[in-house]
């Protein structure tokens, strides 16, 4: 663990200058919270938290127009705080108001958070015993009623444990988590997605997960995956519904590693990306429950990801998804399927191109969770590599003219050739084109003119 120094802290020229205004009134500065267990832990970290004891709200305005930039303010009446950003950092004030600042410690969520270092003298305030549990590696409520004030604070136990190494949630504060996990309800979802985001962005969700399912706060969050543990499955999947969607999300770093290493310039996944895959893959199943039919001895799920994909709009739009990443989760689920069904059929050219049409720009995504889904089946991989390798070859040689064919008829052709007016039935003709530019069937203007004179010619046959 890392020794604070506060002459190694002001080698921070504006923290510096917070200091020395707090000096010049007269008030105590202290650093507190996250940004000491983040410089103990030697952790990047994006903001200062900052203890006032009075004069709050002048402070803040006299040290942005130092600083020579904004003033936010955050919340409202008693709650303010005050957030100066700094290019890539920001700092964020707050104002005892003449409050004892153990009393404001004792209110904090956790202890490895309830940590304060005064910057004019260098003391550490630390009255929960915060530095012991950072160096015991321990994630402990501040108080029993931590999750009563707050019910987000859940969440956040957990976020913690998925971004801190080897860290574990203290035995009573699970317990305490247990009995408030109903509580989540009354968060706000846009409150309750940020901290989801953080968790579900983080490599190893394994552990995470797993004790937010023990604890039933994932039951809260997402009772529609929770019913997938009543849902047995056929002899590819020897788990539960539940345990294979799990499965899946573990196995996904794996199959990003086999995607990297076997298909040529496939473009890496960046952060934005892999968060919606991990929900995608948490999210592809959920419509089994509802699908689940036994016939001649067998299970299926028919039209599951039909019926998945509108569950998955509806609880996206509930925790308050943005219209672009929704779109991009129900995509993913929509489709999650075709692969295999393509693979069962045969794997024939025309179908591998007419998926990578249907998947556009989400196309590496959809392989990533069409690998995750096929590793935790008991099926040859060696068929799920094959299926990868030809479609991709296809879509380095053509990708760009499947994904949008390039348009070689025009609508007054159409109109001229069919002696026909302005109508859905140009649209019509021009959508059939496109269709078999998808398809390799159409590759210039001549192939195109030659198709539309057999489908006149067809058209007159039929009256």
Not at 188 to 212: C, G, H, N, V
Request: with cysteine; net charge positive.
């Amino acid at each position: 663990m890392k020794r604070l120094e506060v002459k190694d802290l002001l080698k921070n020229e504006e923290l510096k200058c917070a200091l020395e205004l707090a000096d010049f009134l007269g008030t105590n500065l202290y650093l507190v919270g996250g940004t000491i267990r983040n410089l103990v832990l030697n952790k990047k970290f994006v903001d200062f938290d900052l203890i006032i004891d009075a004069k709050g709200e002048k402070y803040a305005h006299c040290l942005a127009s130092k600083l020579r930039t904004k003033l936010i303010i955050l919340g409202k009446e008693k709650f303010q705080t005050y957030r100066i950003p700094l290019g890539l950092i920001y700092f964020d004030i707050w104002d005892l108001k003449g409050e004892p600042l153990r009393d404001d410690l004792w209110r904090r969520d956790f202890t490895i958070n309830s940590i304060a270092l005064h910057l004019q003298t260098g003391e550490i305030i630390d009255p929960t015993n915060g530095f012991y549990d950072l160096k015991s590696k321990i994630i402990r409520w501040v108080s029993p009623k931590a999750f009563e004030e707050d019910p987000l604070r859940i969440l956040r136990a957990f976020r913690f444990l998925s971004q801190l190494k080897n860290f574990s949630i203290e035995e009573g504060t699970l317990k305490g988590i247990a009995f408030s996990s109903h509580l989540i309800g009354k968060v706000a979802p846009e409150r309750i997605l940020y901290e989801l985001d953080l968790i579900f962005s983080q490599k190893d969700l394994k552990r995470t997960l797993y004790l937010m399912d023990e604890t039933k706060i994932l039951y809260f969050l997402f009772p529609e995956i929770h019913s997938l543990k009543n849902v047995q499955q056929d002899l590819y999947h020897p788990d539960n519904g539940f345990e294979h969607t799990l499965n899946s999300l573990f196995l996904k770093e794996n199959a990003l590693k086999w995607l990297y290493k076997n298909l040529k310039r496939f473009k890496k996944i960046n952060k934005e990306e892999e968060l919606d895959l991990n929900y995608g893959i948490l999210l592809h199943d959920i419509g089994k429950a509802q699908t689940k039919v036994e016939k001649e001895g067998r299970i299926h799920f028919y039209g599951h990801e039909k019926v998945g994909e509108v569950m998955v709009r509806d609880i996206l739009f509930r925790l308050k998804f943005s219209n672009k990443r929704r779109e991009r989760i129900c995509s993913l689920v929509r489709s999650h399927m075709r692969p295999l069904n393509i693979i069962l059929n045969g794997s024939s050219e025309k179908a591998l191109r007419s998926f990578i049409h249907h998947t556009g720009e989400n196309l590496r995504l959809q392989l990533a969770l069409f690998l995750s889904d096929f590793l935790s089946k008991n099926r040859d991989e060696e068929v799920a590599f094959q299926f990868l390798k030809n479609l991709w070859d296809i879509h380095q040689r053509e990708g760009k003219r499947i994904i949008k064919p390039p348009k070689i008829i025009s609508g007054e052709e159409v109109m001229k050739i069919f002696n026909i007016p302005p109508s859905e039935e140009v649209g019509k003709i021009l959508r059939a084109v496109q269709r078999k530019q998808v398809l390799g069937e159409i590759k210039s203007k001549k192939d195109a003119l030659k198709y539309l004179m057999e489908l006149k010619e067809k058209k007159e046959k039929e009256i």
